[in-house]
């Protein structure tokens, strides 16, 4: 998805709000020109989250201060959802459709996302987990997943957040099971950015114990093609079907063709425009037949 008015004011105004806690107007002036300027000068290939690490750096190099570190955030979240992880499993087998059900699960679990919401809070994620799991997936969209699903041989798994990918393992789990012969491979943040799942991740919660998990030598905060290995990349081309979750993977990924099937949760007012959808309203939906309001 490339850069759009909206995206670039969002991006600007997040800047803004960065360096209000310092006294030099003259100097945060300077700044947000520079910050502007950067935005202003973006490829035909950027979009909102590969700008975000220019500005990152921009931010670091300018006023001499490091990334917010999020590896104990991380941790906290991994283990909150392993804790739940055998009851979500139950419910899951005890469904009249686990796969779906697994979806749902997920879906919701996207809601651990640190860059896209201003607070994150672990009562909202369990509130969400009990009351909200009802929400069918698009059921045509569904058929369609099942249907290439049937016919695949090859199926890349593109994970988003800390927490949310204990609920990815449980997708995994089912779809080993429903689909033996089918070739799965996970793909993960390559480099650390705000809360995102890593491998360091995937080995925390125990998702390398069972399938094949890379990197994907990126720290964008999605899977911005130009920046990610070779492997990333091939494995995305040569898939039957790719589930990406999350909307850094939408918004890196949007308009590239392939057979991709997006699942998050609506959690800013451009994803809320582009798809007439309510505040954290779940979405799954194909790359290939959508067509957003833009």
């Known amino acids: 998805m490339r850069m759009n008015p909206f995206c670039m004011c969002c991006a600007v105004n997040k800047q803004e709000k960065l360096i209000r806690k310092f006294n030099d107007t003259d ?130 798994y593109l994970t988003d957040n800390c927490g949310e990918i204990v609920m990815d393992k449980l997708v995994i789990r089912i779809l080993r099971k429903l689909y033996p012969s089918l070739d799965i491979t996970v793909i993960v943040r390559g480099i650390p950015v705000i809360n995102d799942a890593t491998l360091d991740d995937a080995e925390e919660i125990g998702l390398t114990s069972f399938v094949k998990v890379i990197g994907n030598g990126s720290g964008v905060g999605g899977t911005w093609l130009p920046d990610i290995s070779e492997e990333a990349l091939h494995l995305l081309h040569t898939a039957d079907v790719i589930l990406a979750k999350g909307q850094g993977n939408f918004e890196t990924l949007n308009d590239c063709g392939l057979n991709i099937y997006y699942l998050f949760l609506c959690k800013c007012e451009w994803f809320r425009k582009i798809f007439h959808a309510r505040p954290l309203q779940g979405m799954f939906v194909n790359e290939r037949r959508m067509i957003p309001d833009r």
């Open 27 to 156: 100097r945060k002036t300077e700044y947000m020109k520079q910050v502007m300027s950067l935005i202003a000068n973006a490829g035909p290939q950027d979009c909102a989250p590969s700008i975000s690490i220019d500005l990152k750096k921009l931010y670091a190099e300018y006023w001499g201060e490091k990334p917010e570190d999020y590896t104990a955030v991380k941790h906290d979240f991994n283990q909150l959802m392993l804790n739940m992880e055998k009851r979500l499993e139950d419910n899951i087998r005890n469904s009249s459709d686990p796969l779906e059900t697994a979806l749902l699960y997920a879906r919701i679990g996207n809601y651990i996302d640190f860059a896209a919401l201003s607070h994150v809070d672990k009562d909202t994620m369990l509130s969400m987990i009990e009351s909200e799991n009802k929400e069918p997936l698009d059921s045509i969209e569904y058929k369609h997943f099942l249907e290439d699903l049937s016919n695949a041989s090859s199926f890349v």
